[in-house]
């Protein structure tokens, strides 16, 4: 069976770009006669908002999604995270690492796809018993790849293009990285659409999947919506909240961004009457990996 995921951080209210990344999801897998799944990535509690959760909730049983089983919460599942870093411990596929981020920017020599590589520093040194340490992942110079389904063949060898990555924070806090992959894997997810943003984390992603055991579920990464400076929406960049009174044309304006064929009278349909529609005619073929506005 498929199993699709909408999984937004409550660091705010759902925006416009957050409701294109759901609407794909949620149209990729209904029209597969799928499971959608609702998790809230609230791992890094530092960056949640009190109450955002529950707006988020509310916004998108107001916009007519209808989510499988219980809403999961990553804030409650630290238990499963730690297990997973402990079996890498064992391992030996992970280290102990003291580096504060001006020390690694001061003697990286390399720039990888997101900034400054960890040059290895605490991988060959052993770090004090007593002292605060984050997790880092060893990396290989293997190449990783996989084909996503909208933008193509993807590669990187990751010791070169990304390093040894955090898996937990020195203050506790388990990476995006860690938590999505035992997430995905642990409720079944089979097909994952999201924002092109995140597409190169899916080496990392899929080179933790094999490590831990776990299949790689099919990839697909849309466009971002952009602001008229060129910047993802989002909300460092101030984009506004999901409007309550005007949902129906902010769907139609969702699909349209989507590049879904619209029919001339979707604007006389209800609410219920654009999802049965965008169900019974989704075709992801027709997104192109291009960005636009």
Not at 100 to 115: C, L, P
Not at 163 to 180: E, N, P
Request: hydrophobic residues 40%; proline residues 4%; glycine residues 6%.
């Amino acid at each position: 069976m498929t199993i699709g995921r909408f999984a937004p951080s409550p660091t705010g209210p759902l925006h416009f770009g957050s409701l294109v990344a759901a609407v794909a999801s949620y149209c990729d897998a209904r029209q597969r006669g799928g499971q959608w799944l609702l998790r809230i990535e609230d791992v890094d509690s530092t960056r949640s908002i009190k109450g955002a959760s529950d707006d988020i909730i509310r916004t998108l049983a107001a916009y007519g999604f209808a989510w499988d089983g219980e809403v999961v919460y990553q804030s409650q599942r630290s238990a499963l995270y730690q297990q997973m870093l402990e079996q890498l411990q064992a391992r030996a596929l992970v280290y102990a690492c003291t580096c504060s981020r001006k020390e690694i920017a001061d003697s990286s020599t390399m720039q990888g796809i997101e900034g400054a590589i960890y040059p290895g520093t605490c991988r060959t040194h052993a770090v004090a018993t007593d002292t605060a340490a984050a997790w880092r992942l060893k990396t290989q110079a293997a190449p990783i790849s996989f084909t996503d389904l909208i933008q193509g063949h993807q590669q990187h060898a990751l010791a070169s293009a990304i390093g040894d990555f955090v898996l937990k924070r020195a203050d506790g806090v388990f990476s995006y990285q860690l938590a999505v992959v035992v997430d995905d894997a642990l409720q079944g997810v089979t097909h994952i659409v999201r924002g092109a943003d995140l597409l190169n984390s899916t080496t990392r992603q899929i080179y933790l999947q094999q490590l831990l055991g776990y299949p790689t579920p099919l990839y697909a990464h849309i466009p971002v919506v952009i602001n008229r400076d060129g910047q993802k929406l989002s909300k460092q960049t101030l984009a506004q909240a999901l409007p309550s009174d005007n949902i129906k044309a902010t769907l139609i304006a969702a699909l349209a961004f989507l590049q879904q064929p619209l029919p001339d009278a979707i604007h006389t349909y209800s609410v219920d009457g654009i999802w049965q529609w965008a169900l019974s005619h989704w075709q992801l073929p027709h997104i192109t990996a291009a960005q636009h506005s």
